[in-house]
C-alpha cells in the first residue's frame, strides 16, 4: 500500500505516540466555521466561538423547511441576497457552481440520468451537449466518463443515487481509481462522480446507502459529502477544478431533488420539517465563489469535554446531541469532516487532544468503514482517546420507525456519548 | 401446463383487482401515508394479467418497481402488501421492503430495485428450474428503457445461448424516467431481441386477449426446452415515472409547473455565458419533450386495458367482478390504514411509533 504515490489518510507528523493529551483548549488550526441557522440552537453554539460568521443571512424563514416550493426558494433567494451571499437550497448551490464552472471551462460537461430536466437551469443555458441525458447504462456511461476525462474533458457525471452507481463499480474502483498510477502518472481522470446519498426520508435499503467508506479506501479516488449549501457549492467547485476522480455525494434529506417529488408540490401532505436539518437545507452561499480545498474539516461547535465527528446529515445530528448534552452541562464539539477522503486526520487529532472523548457518527456501514479509520487513526495517534462509534448496523429498513432507529439518530449520538463520560 | 384457453371473465377479475389495489395505494401515497416513492402499474394490467393467467405458482416472476400488480394477480394477500407499502413492521416484509423491494418467495415472486437485474435474476432462476424442476419457467418484466441496461442484455445472450426457460417481458411505454427512450436508444429494440436469437412476439399491451396469446406462444415454447422468448407489449402510464413526477405536474397543472420552473430555465437562457445555440437547443430540448409527453398522455392516455377487458366480458359481468373486488380490496385498506393511524409526515416518527 505505501507504494501507492497518492496513498490517502497520511498521518500528519505531529501525531506521534509522544504527544500527550492536552486538557485545555489549544489554539486550533481547524477552521472554525459554525452553520448559519435559524433554529433555536444558535446562541449556544457560537457563545465560544471567537469568529462570528460574517455570511450570517438576513432573517429568512420562507424555504428553511419546505424544500419543495421552488417559487418561495427562488424569491427568498433574492431577498435574502446581501452581503456577498444569496440564500440557496442545497441542491441549487451546488449547480450554481456546476454553471460557474462550465461557464469559465467549456470542457466541463455533465450528463447522467435525466439530468437535462433536474438542472434544467444548466441545460437552458449550455445546451443539450453539455447537459446530456444518458439511457439507463451506469455502467457504460459512467466508464464513459473516465474516457472522456482522459481525451481531455472535465465530465461530472451523475447518478441519481450512489446505490445506482453500483452498477458501474468497475469503472470507479478499476478504472478511476487505477489509470493515473498505470500511466506512471501521466494520464489523469479530471472527473466527477455526481451521487444522491444518504436516507431519512424513507426509500429503502437500495436507495438510501452512502458508500463513502468503501469508496474512500480506492487510491485516487476522492469522496466529499456537504453539509450546507455554502459547502456544497465550494466543494462542487473545488471537485470540478481537481485533476482526480471526486465523488460528489450529495445528501438527499438536505437537497431538494429527491425531496421535490415526494412532498411539497408534489403531496402537500407530506411535510419534512421534522427530520430535515433546516440549516443543511438551505443557507448563505458566498456569490463571489471559491473552492473550499478537499480534505479539510469545519468545526461547527466548539467543546471541551467530547468530540462529535461526522459529516453531512450527521453533523446536524451531532449538533442536535450537542444541545442535549449541553443541557446536563457536557460541551461537545462537532467536527464536520466534509471530506472522507482525503480525510482532515490532522483536524480530528487535534479535537481529540483538546477533549479527549471521540465519538464518530457516521451514515454509512459499521464495518470496514470511516468509524474504523478513525479509531485507527486515534489508536495510532498514541494519545489514549476515549472512543465510541454509531453507524448503520444492518439493511436500512423501509418503515420510518425502522429507519430512524437504525440510522445515527441524535439519541443514538448522545447515548454514545454519554457513555464515554 | 399452460393455460392456452384465454378466459375473460378470470382476466377482468385479475385486472380490476390490481386496479383497485393500485388506485388505493396512489391515494394513500397523495394522503401523505405512503412513505417514500411510489411507481403504480396503472395502464399495464392487461399485460400483467395476460401472463400470468399461464403461470403456475412454482414459476418465478422477477419484478420491476412496477410490482404491486403483478404481486396481487400472483395471489399476494392484498392487506399484508399494503401494510407493508405504508411502512408497518406488519406488512409482508415486516416494513424492511417496502414498495420497491417487494419479495414474496411463497409465490416465487420478488422485486429489485436496480433497474434490469430481473433479467439475470431470471436466468439464475432458469439454471435452477432447468437443473431442479424441469418445466418451470421464469418470466422477467422490465421497461424499454432496460433494454440499454448492461446485465439485461447481458441476460438476454446467457438464456439464448444456454436455451433457458426465460420469459423476457419489454413493456414499451415510450419513457425512460422523465428521458423520452428514442432519444437515448440505438436501432430498433424488436430487432435487437431478435438479433440475440430470442424467439420474439410483439402484442398491443391494452390488449389483455393479444397479450395472453402471444405470450403463451412463447411460454410454451420455453416449457418445452425451445428456449427464451421475448414478448414486446406497448403501454401507457398515466401516472408518470413515480407518483409526484413533475413532467405529469407540467400536464395536469401547467401554469403552477410554470411557475415553479420558469424562473430558473429563464435565469439560465438568459445568463450571459454560454453560446446563443447551446441556449437554444437547450430551451428547444425542454419544448419538445413537453409536446412529447403531451401527445402521449393524450393519445395513449385513452387506452385503457381495463375498459377492453370489460367489453369482453360484458357490463354485467363486469359489474358483478367489480363490485365483488370492491368490497375486498376496499376491506383491505381500510384495515391497513386503520392498523397505520392518522400519520401525516413520514421519516419523523419516533423510535416506537407506527
Given amino acids: 500500500m505505501s507504494a501507492i504515490p497518492t496513498a490517502r489518510h497520511a498521518r500528519p507528523a505531529t501525531a506521534t505516540p509522544t504527544s500527550a493529551p492536552t486538557p485545555t483548549a489549544t489554539p486550533t488550526a481547524v477552521r472554525t466555521e459554525p452553520m448559519t441557522t435559524t433554529t433555536n440552537r444558535t446562541e449556544t453554539r457560537h457563545a465560544d466561538t471567537n469568529t462570528p460568521d460574517p455570511n450570517t443571512p438576513n432573517t429568512d424563514t420562507t424555504n428553511a423547511s419546505t424544500p419543495n416550493s421552488s417559487a418561495a426558494r427562488r424569491t427568498g433567494g433574492d431577498e435574502a441576497e446581501s452581503r456577498g451571499t444569496r ?305 448503520v448496523e444492518q439493511t436500512i429498513p423501509f418503515a420510518p420507525h425502522l429507519e430512524y432507529a437504525a440510522l445515527p439518530n441524535a439519541e443514538r449520538i448522545t447515548t454514545a456519548a454519554r457513555s464515554l463520560l | 401446463m399452460s393455460r392456452n384457453g384465454f378466459d375473460p371473465t378470470e382476466a377482468y377479475r385479475l385486472m380490476t383487482r390490481m386496479r383497485l389495489v393500485e388506485e388505493a395505494l396512489v391515494t394513500a401515497w397523495h394522503d401523505g401515508i405512503v412513505p417514500g416513492e411510489y411507481h403504480s402499474a396503472i395502464g399495464e394490467e392487461g399485460i400483467v394479467a395476460g401472463i400470468l393467467m399461464h403461470l403456475a405458482g412454482h414459476d418465478a416472476t422477477l419484478l420491476d418497481h412496477r410490482n404491486t400488480s403483478p404481486l396481487i394477480g400472483r395471489g399476494v394477500d392484498p392487506e399484508s402488501l399494503m401494510l407493508e407499502v405504508l411502512g408497518s413492521e406488519r406488512g409482508m416484509n415486516r416494513g424492511m421492503a417496502g414498495h420497491m423491494h417487494l419479495m414474496a418467495p411463497e409465490v416465487h415472486a420478488g422485486a429489485d430495485g436496480m433497474v434490469g437485474s430481473g433479467g439475470p435474476l431470471a436466468v439464475g432462476h432458469a439454471i435452477a428450474n432447468t437443473a431442479l424442476h424441469p418445466g418451470r419457467i421464469a418470466v422477467a418484466f422490465h421497461g424499454e428503457a432496460t433494454s440499454n441496461q448492461g446485465m439485461l442484455m447481458e441476460s438476454y445472450n446467457m438464456a439464448a445461448a444456454w436455451k433457458l426457460p426465460v420469459l423476457f417481458v419489454c413493456k414499451d411505454n415510450k419513457w425512460s424516467i422523465s428521458t423520452y427512450s428514442k432519444s437515448v436508444t440505438g436501432g430498433d429494440l424488436v430487432k435487437r431481441a431478435r438479433g440475440f436469437g430470442l424467439a420474439v412476439e410483439t402484442a398491443d399491451g391494452t390488449k389483455v386477449d393479444e397479450v395472453h396469446a402471444a405470450a403463451g406462444r412463447l411460454i410454451d415454447r420455453a416449457r418445452a426446452g425451445k428456449g427464451p422468448g421475448y414478448l414486446h407489449v406497448t403501454c401507457h402510464r398515466p401516472g408518470g415515472h413515480f407518483e409526484g413526477d413533475p413532467i405529469v405536474r407540467l400536464l395536469k397543472q401547467p401554469a403552477t409547473q410554470a411557475k415553479v420552473w420558469g424562473p430558473g430555465i429563464k435565469d439560465g437562457a438568459l445568463a450571459a455565458s454560454g453560446t446563443r445555440s447551446d441556449r437554444i437547443s437547450g430551451v428547444a430540448e425542454l419544448g419538445l419533450r413537453g409536446a412529447r409527453a403531451a401527445r402521449d398522455w393524450t393519445l395513449q392516455g385513452r387506452k385503457d386495458p381495463l375498459r377492453r377487458g370489460r367489453r369482453l366480458v360484458g357490463a354485467a359481468v363486469a359489474d358483478r367482478i367489480e363490485a365483488a373486488q370492491r368490497a375486498e380490496i376496499g376491506a383491505a385498506i381500510a384495515n391497513a390504514r386503520a392498523a397505520i393511524g392518522p400519520r401525516r409526515t413520514f421519516g419523523v416518527q419516533p423510535v416506537g411509533a407506527r
Avoid at chain 1, 485516487?220 to 460528489?248: K, Q
Fill in chain 1, 87 to 391: 440564500r440557496m437550497n442545497y441542491g441549487e448551490a451546488i449547480d450554481y457552481a456546476l454553471g460557474i464552472a462550465m461557464a469559465k471551462d467549456e470542457r466541463v460537461v455533465t450528463w447522467g440520468e435525466d439530468v437535462q430536466l433536474t438542472h434544467r437551469d444548466l441545460l437552458a443555458r449550455f445546451g443539450n451537449e453539455r447537459v446530456r441525458d444518458t439511457p439507463i447504462s451506469e455502467s457504460a456511461f459512467l466508464y464513459a466518463g473516465i474516457g472522456a476525462a482522459m481525451g481531455g474533458l472535465r465530465p461530472v457525471v451523475e447518478f441519481i443515487m450512489i446505490d445506482f452507481a453500483t452498477v458501474g463499480w468497475a469503472g470507479i474502483v478499476n478504472a478511476a481509481s487505477k489509470f493515473k498510477d498505470f500511466s506512471g502518472g501521466r494520464w489523469e481522470v479530471p472527473m466527477v462522480i455526481r451521487a444522491g446519498c444518504g436516507g431519512w426520508y424513507s426509500d429503502g435499503g437500495q436507495h438510501e446507502q452512502t458508500f463513502w467508506g468503501q469508496l474512500a479506501a480506492y487510491p485516487n479516488i476522492n469522496v466529499v459529502c456537504p453539509s450546507t449549501p455554502a459547502d456544497a457549492a465550494g466543494l462542487m467547485l473545488a471537485a470540478v477544478e481537481s485533476d482526480e476522480v471526486v465523488v460528489f455525494l450529495e445528501h438527499q434529506l438536505l437537497s431538494e431533488q429527491m425531496l421535490d417529488f415526494l412532498g411539497g408540490d408534489s403531496r402537500p401532505t407530506v411535510d419534512f420539517s421534522a427530520i430535515r436539518p433546516a440549516a443543511g437545507a438551505s443557507g448563505p452561499v458566498p456569490t463571489a465563489l471559491t473552492p473550499i480545498p478537499l480534505g479539510t474539516a469545519a468545526l461547527r461547535r466548539e467543546g471541551c469535554d467530547i468530540t462529535l465527528v461526522s459529516l453531512g446529515v450527521g453533523v446536524h445530528r451531532c449538533l442536535e446531541a450537542a444541545d442535549t448534552l449541553a443541557a446536563d452541562g457536557i460541551e461537545a464539539g462537532v467536527l464536520d469532516l466534509r471530506s472522507v477522503s482525503p480525510l482532515d486526520s490532522a483536524a480530528i487529532l487535534e479535537q481529540a487532544a483538546i477533549t479527549g472523548r471521540v465519538v464518530v457518527a457516521d451514515e454509512d456501514y459499521l464495518g470496514g468503514g470511516l468509524t474504523g479509520e478513525i479509531a485507527a487513526l486515534l489508536l495510532e495517534s498514541g494519545l489514549g482517546i476515549r472512543y465510541a462509534r454509531v453507524a
